[in-house]
């Protein structure tokens, strides 16, 4: 069983930054892709960031150049750095793994951005 855990969000400024992290463990066999997403009130779940196995990144367009994903390999883990901070970033954040024996989901973690 694989358990996807995210921390770091919270309360914001607009202008401020936050860094989520989401640690997985249990048995996981080759990880190909990890990705943050994000789902505000009313609206579909999107596709924020993502980063493949060989360190390929891609973000979506309303967070390119605020944004930067990384991921460390060896403690299957994977963190999404967020500057530059709108109320519009304002989300349940959830951080997606996926490896050979399936695709697991973090519990979700609330940023709001506001003043």
């Known amino acids: 069983q694989v358990q996807v855990v995210e921390s770091g969000g919270g309360l914001v400024q607009p202008g401020g930054s936050l860094k989520l992290s989401c640690a997985a463990s249990?048995?996981?066999?080759?990880?190909?892709?990890l990705a943050w997403y994000r789902q505000a009130p009313g609206q579909q779940r999107e596709l924020v960031a993502s980063i493949t196995n060989t360190g390929t990144t891609s973000y979506a367009d309303s967070v390119k150049g605020r944004d930067n994903i990384a991921r460390d390999g060896a403690k299957n883990t994977v963190y999404l750095q967020m500057n530059s901070l709108k109320p519009e970033d304002t989300a349940v954040y959830y951080c997606?793994?996926?490896?050979?024996?399936?695709?697991?989901w973090g519990q979700g973690n609330q940023v709001t951005v506001s003043s």
């Open positions: 249990g048995t996981i066999f080759r990880v190909y892709f």
């Open positions: 997606r793994l996926s490896e050979v024996g399936g695709t697991y």
